[in-house]
T-cell receptor, first 116, second 109 residues
Framework: GAVVSQHPSRVICKSGTSVKIECRSLDFQATTMFWYRQFPKKSLMLMATSNEGSKATYEQGVEKDKFLINHASLTLSTLTVTSAHPEDSSFYIC????????????FGDGTRLSIL | GIQVEQSPPDLILQEGANSTLRCNFSDSVNNLQWFHQNPWGQLINLFYIPSGTKQNGRLSATTVATERYSLLYISSSQTTDSGVYFCAARTNTGNQFYFGTGTSLTVIP
């Protein structure tokens, strides 16, 4: 089955650091990937749509300069949390869909980010 | 984007009981999925069900696309069924995939 690999699974770093999270589709091509954020005991909030070869589309209220997204190939999207602060601590999860339309969405295992 | 609402928000069951979780969505969809999120945060895909009915062991799901809702049935619940259940949907006209509000299920022995 389709696999989405997300790395790292856990990050702990100091305030002011920039953190990069990778999302890879291992056995299929994904022209579009999605990044979500989840606060404790809350649902998953869509942050942005990552489009291969073009700019990401951000949801309302998400700071594009804080959360940089790059989708340089059909199998890799990266989310960089720039100058991270404690309020950026959260669970981040990516997903991808095979480029063919009628397919389910596949999810990575998530990244737990803790900013000290 | 599409609005996805789930009910009930919380559910406590005795082991062996049956339950029905509901997912309402505000627009026509071409993708509807049910997930179980485990304590480590992993999303376990239960069903890809934009329409119709599917069954997998003690779980089954039905989506009535014309009436904009989906149901997840859990029969003979077990303590290992505890956790949060999400539905998520994509509209026919959009590309984004939005999650519902979730149902937190606790199954007690």
């Amino acid at each position: 089955g389709a696999v989405v690999s997300q790395h790292p699974s856990r990050v702990i770093c100091k305030s002011g650091t920039s953190v990069k999270i990778e999302c890879r589709s291992l056995d299929f091509q994904a022209t579009t990937m999605f990044w979500y954020r989840q606060f404790p005991k809350k649902s998953l909030m869509l942050m942005a749509t990552s489009n291969e070869g073009s700019k990401a589309t951000y949801e309302q209220g998400v700071e594009k300069d804080k959360f940089l997204i790059n989708h340089a190939s059909l199998t890799l999207s990266t989310l960089t949390v720039t100058s991270a602060h404690p309020e950026d601590s959260s669970f981040y999860i990516c997903s991808a869909k095979d480029s063919w339309a009628a397919q389910p969405q596949h999810f990575g295992d998530g990244t737990r980010l803790s900013i000290l | 984007g599409i609005q996805v609402e789930q009910s009930p928000p919380d559910l406590i069951l005795q082991e062996g009981a049956n339950s029905t979780l509901r997912c309402n969505f505000s627009d026509s969809v071409n993708n509807l999925q049910w997930f179980h999120q485990n304590p480590w945060g992993q999303l376990i895909n239960l069903f890809y069900i934009p329409s119709g009915t599917k069954q997998n062991g003690r779980l089954s799901a039905t989506t009535v696309a014309t009436e904009r809702y989906s149901l997840l049935y859990i029969s003979s619940s077990q303590t290992t069924d505890s956790g949060v259940y999400f539905c998520a949907a994509r509209t026919n006209t959009g590309n984004q995939f939005y999650f519902g509000t979730g149902t937190s299920l606790t199954v007690i022995p």
